[in-house]
Each structure stands twice: as structure tokens, then as C-alpha cells.
């Protein structure tokens, strides 16, 4: 068990334990002796846009430096920038400070190792034990230094454009792009204007406390507000560091991963250019996933993540992956999750077929699904207690063969999430609804029993 590294690296309430700006400087100290051993090779460094960042940012700057280890620093930019800045730039490794789609008071880190890619739970574990040993300055001769990379920006813009397979183009299509006061605010809009579309941007204001504030993929009621000034236009809603989409169509509805990720596959499987299944999550619409099959495509499912859609993926030998909150893996175009050139891929199927973003979704059907979050004071596996269990096969037979349930505990957050589908929209509540009081009775029921 990794102590500090959840299922997207580090996350948690800025100024406590561990975001803090002490641990962060023996973070620093620690990835640069795990990841660039004997000291001498470069890090770059991005965020999102936090007040936060900037402390946690000079902390690791000066932890990288003790172990020997230059930086490079970004300033604002999206999670899949520095992923591919890392490859580009052949540094070490790339470290993002955000905290995704949290608020402001929260923020985490994630790191990239040398070709682009999350780091394996290996490294993690590596990166942990090294933490706890006696922090050793490398010899003054020895120090990393720091400086700025000018054109970060501009590199990512260009590599999003290329993005777009040659003779596509998303000129003249209309949509409204949601920042979320976040690491896309420049970049976004700049990218898709000058790919020419026709765009009105909105959150793209931060402030550093505004970050995901009633606006981005998880609050989408300010781009549905916006769309109704702008008759035609669809919506495109990042997150706070831009590695996940979710889209509104023409009607005002919205278009998840899932479905993204289906409108991807199916634009590749008529230009004979899919390669491999196609991956989704234990938590993909059982819809959707018969809409693959019934397309002809292979689909299998990895747990929770996008790291483990990424290794599914590679264990299969396939390009595609995703999951409904938005993150799209398209291995053709990149190593990892990214926003806009997920929206950028679906946004030329749109143009090439001169249809309606709607249009792409009218063969899919999605099965009813609820989702219950579940606070609790400490998490706990699902499957580890036994009267849970039973609940759960209970439900799984009222469903029979129509339906699905999913337990598990977030990664990223002190909740036991609860997912019930099915066919029938009341029962599935109603499932839901009972489930979730298991899990209640049963944290309650730790809780006394741990004092």
C-alpha cells in the first residue's frame, strides 16, 4: 500500500499534511533522486492556476536543486502539455501541481516519467520510501539550477493543431469553450481559434481562488447559460487542468466521455484507422458499451483510472481509451489524457460528415444510471466487508442479467462511490438509494469499532 500516491498521484486540503510546503520541498528532493539518479538531468514544472501553486512550485523547485536536478519552469498550463513537453524536450521527467477538478483550497501533484506517461506504481512506491530517508544535499558545484521556458505555450499550441488528421478541419463550426478558470484559460481558445473555429470563451478569468468555481466539466450549468446566447453553438467543458472534456450538443444535452469516446472510435473505424479494442472503465454505460458491439467493435474495460485505461491499453495493443467524467486517451495523438484534442478529434468528425454534434450520438442509447457518493470518515474496499457483499449480490439479482453494480472507493477523495444500471429507471434508484445505506451502516459500523 502507497501511503501518499492515490490513483492520480497526490492530492489534498492545502496546508495539510501532506500539502505542505515542507513536504513538498523533500518531494522534490525525492523524485529527483528516483528519477534522476546521481543527480544531472533536468524536471519541468507546471500547474494550474492556484494561488497555492506558486508555494508549492519553489518548494519543489528547491527540493530538485538539493538532489542535484535543474528545472525548467512552465508556469499555467494543461496536464497533457507538460506530459507532452516532457517527451519533446527530453527532460527527466514532467511534475504537474493541480488538483483537477477540486476547488481552489485544494491542490495535488502528479508526475510524467521521461516518455510522457503517468509513473508506474513502482516508482511510486520508490518515490515514497525515499521520502523517509535522511535528506542529503548534493555539493554546492553540484545544485540544479532553474530556469523559464518562454515558448512552452507556444510549442503545446502547434502540437494540439497537428493533432487534426491531415485534410480536417473544424473551420466555421460554433461553440462556446468553458475554461474553468484553469490551466486552459490562454491556451484553449487560442488553440481552437486558430484552427478556425467560431468561439466564444467563457471562464477564462482566474484569479487563482476561482478555479473550477461554478464553471468547467463539473459545473456545467454556466456553459448551458452561455450556449442560449448563441443559437447553433456547442459546448466544450474542460476541467481545472485540462485533461478531461465533456460536451453539450445542439439540444442542450450532455455528451460524456463515453459518448466521446464512441464518436472518436467510430471516425476512426471508417477511415480504417482504429488499431486495437477500444477501452472504457467498470464504470462505462452498459449502453454504450453495446453500441460497440453492435458497430462491430471490440471494447473491454479497465478499473477507475486513467492510468489504468492507459495500461489496459497497452497490455491489449490498442490507441483508444476513456472514461465518462471526460478523460479521452488518444494514443495516436498523445500519451495521455487531454481535453482539447479529444474535442479537436470530435469537432473534425463533425465537419467531415457535416453534421451535427447530435447526429453523432443518435445511435447510442445509454442505460439509466445512478451514481451515489458516500462520505466517509476513513476508506474502506467495498468488497472487505461481508454484509456489504451480500447487499450487493441482493441487488445484482434483482437486477438479473439487465443491469450492473459498481462499489468502490475514490481514489482522490474520502467517499465510497455507488453506481447502479439498469433498464428500469425506478429500480435503479432504488437500488442505488439501498446500497448507499449499506455503505453508511457499515462505515458507521467501522467507525465504533476503531473508536
Known sequence: MRKFFGTDGIRGRVGEYPMSADFFLRLGWAVGRVLVPGG????????????????FESALEAGFSAAGVSVQLLGPLPTPAIAYLTRSTDASAGVVISASHNPFYDNGIKFFSADGKKLA????????????????????????????????????????KASLADGDSISGIKAVLDCANGAAYSIGPRVLR??????????????????????????????????????????????GDADRV????????????????????????????LVGPVVGTVMTNLGIENAFKEAGLTFARAP?????????????????????????????????????IAAIQVLAEMKARGCRLVDLCSDLHKYPQRLVNVQVRELFQPDSSPD????????????????????????????????????????????????????????????????
Open 40 to 55: 544531472g538531468g533536468n524536471v519541468i514544472i507546471g500547474k494550474d492556476t492556484r494561488s497555492s501553486g506558486y508555494m
Open 121 to 160: 506504481d513502482e516508482t511510486e512506491a520508490a518515490i515514497e520510501q525515499q521520502i523517509s530517508m535522511s535528506f542529503e544535499t548534493v555539493e554546492s558545484a553540484n545544485l540544479g539550477y532553474a530556469e523559464r521556458m518562454e515558448d512552452a505555450a507556444d510549442r503545446y499550441v502547434e502540437f494540439c
Open 194 to 239: 486558430e484552427l478556425g473555429a467560431e468561439l466564444y470563451a467563457v471562464a477564462v478569468q482566474p484569479d487563482g481562488l476561482n478555479i473550477n468555481h461554478n464553471c468547467g466539466s463539473t459545473h456545467l450549468e454556466m456553459i448551458k447559460n452561455e450556449l442560449q446566447q448563441h443559437s447553433g453553438a456547442i459546448g466544450i467543458a474542460l476541467d
Open 246 to 273: 465533456l460536451m453539450i450538443d445542439e439540444n442542450g444535452h450532455v455528451v460524456d466521455g463515453d459518448e466521446l469516446l464512441f464518436i472518436i472510435a467510430r471516425a476512426r473505424q471508417s477511415r480504417n484507422s
Open 304 to 340: 477507475v483510472g486513467d492510468r489504468n485505461v492507459l495500461a489496459k491499453l497497452d497490455e491489449l495493443g490498442g490507441q483508444l481509451g476513456g472514461e465518462a467524467s471526460g478523460h479521452i486517451i488518444c494514443l495516436d495523438r498523445t500519451t495521455t489524457g487531454d481535453g482539447l
Open 388 to 451: 456489504l457483499e451480500k447487499e450487493i449480490a441482493a441487488a445484482e439479482a434483482e437486477l438479473s442479467n439487465s443491469g450492473r453494480v459498481v462499489l468502490r472507493a475514490s481514489g482522490t477523495e474520502s467517499l465510497i462511490r455507488v453506481m447502479v444500471e439498469g433498464k428500469d429507471e425506478k429500480q435503479v434508484v432504488k437500488l442505488a438509494e439501498r446500497l448507499a445505506e449499506a455503505v453508511r451502516r457499515t462505515a458507521e459500523s467501522r467507525s465504533r469499532a476503531t473508536g
